[in-house]
T-cell receptor
Framework: DSGVTQTPKHLITATGQRVTLRCSPR?????VYWYQQSLDQGLQFLIH???????AKGNILERFSAQQFPDLHSELNLSSLELGDSALYFC??????????FGPGTRLTVT | GNSVTQMEGPVTLSEEAFLTINCTYT??????LFWYVQYPGEGLQLLLK?????DKGSNKGFEATYRKETTSFHLEKGSVQVSDSAVYFC????????????FGEGTQLTVNP
């Protein structure tokens, strides 16, 4: 158990819908990262937050957004969903820049 | 930009065989290197890391040495077990790209009894 929690574990929704994925980092970790894992793209970095502020963006679509709240949990919002958004979404947290600890992931299926 | 290349899989071995999974990288700065493991239905677990050239990371019988001259970080284990069956990812991060992780494609390892 990494100490990073993600909810929900599974999510099935229809095209065009909007969903919110939630992540709670390990106690004491200020950084939260979001990654997408899909069969065709592999593991791709989406976005990084540090203590409530956005620090870096990767290959994140404009339909996706994220935020980190004062209690340090983070949410990833995915809107106008398409079939191609079906993937595993991982959250990771870290206290420094060297080691990231991953949550169990949320499996999103868009039908 | 940064990139990580892993040997193509899948890899199938018998129990107690020697394991090598090759990993090479391209980075603009001086990266930290990692191996993560993903067991079926689970998230990624940090297996080992090395933060500078010639460092050797080790954990649970797995080892990898940071080779700057060959830009490599090959994963090795002397005697694999059935429980080592998983997907292994090589990854790097460096300060020039923030602290994001750049991953290789992953290598599926299956160990048969």
């Amino acid at each position: 158990d990494s100490g990073v929690t993600q909810t929900p574990k599974h999510l099935i929704t229809a095209t065009g819908q909007r969903v919110t994925l939630r992540c709670s980092p390990r106690s004491g970790d200020l950084s939260v990262y979001w990654y997408q894992q899909s069969l065709d793209q592999g593991l791709q970095f989406l976005i990084h937050y540090y203590n409530g502020e956005e620090r870096a963006k990767g290959n994140i679509l404009e339909r996706f957004s994220a935020q980190q709240f004062p209690d340090l949990h983070s949410e990833l919002n995915l809107s106008s969903l398409e079939l191609g958004d079906s993937a595993l979404y991982f959250c990771a947290s870290s206290v420094d820049t060297y080691e990231q600890y991953f949550g169990p992931g949320t499996r999103l299926t868009v039908t | 930009g940064n990139s990580v290349t892993q040997m193509e899989g899948p890899v199938t071995l018998s129990e107690e065989a020697f394991l090598t999974i090759n990993c090479t990288y391209t980075a603009t700065g001086y990266p930290s290197l990692f191996w993560y493991v993903q067991y079926p239905g689970e998230g990624l677990q940090l297996l080992l890391k090395a933060t500078k050239a010639d460092d050797k990371g080790s954990n649970k019988g797995f080892e990898a040495t940071y080779r700057k001259e060959t830009t490599s970080f090959h994963l090795e284990k002397g005697s694999v077990q059935v429980s080592d069956s998983a997907v292994y990812f090589c990854a790097l991060s460096d300060r020039t790209s923030g602290s994001r992780l750049t991953f290789g494609e992953g290598t599926q390892l299956t160990v048969n009894p």
